[in-house]
């Protein structure tokens, strides 16, 4: 395994941009399509740790509609309640996220993720 990783979703305009710089500068990473292969909980709490966010919901993509239909925004949610969401409903997960010997970032703006390299 790499220790380069991407979670990429291919129709997303700023994971296939993060994706070709990483490649522009000559990285070669481990591309996880996580709506095909989806994370789950442990890996989950392994990157909000890794991101440095104190909230699962840093992590959140808070305009799709699974947010919004099962009340996501609520606080006083659990860690555990959104954490499990996202892996029900990965489209939840924010991206792309890159992860580089044990840190992470998401690439938005896409040069955000060369902090981590």
Known sequence: MSDLS?????????????????HD???EPQIIEYLKTPVNADE?????SQLG????RQL??????????????DPRLSEDLLI?????????IER???????????????ESVLDIL
């Open 25 to 27: 500068k000559g990285y």
């Open 60 to 73: 959140m993509r808070k305009g799709e509609d699974a947010y919004k239909e099962q009340n996501l925004a």
């Open 84 to 92: 499990t969401s996202m892996v029900n409903y990965p489209k939840l």
């Open 6 to 22: 991407i979670l990429h979703n291919p129709r997303c305009s700023k994971s296939r941009q993060t994706l070709q710089l990483l």
């Open 44 to 48: 989950l709490t392994e990157i909000i």
């Open 53 to 56: 966010f104190s909230s699962a």
């Open 96 to 110: 792309p996220i890159v992860r580089y010997k044990g840190k992470a970032a998401i690439g938005r703006p896409p």
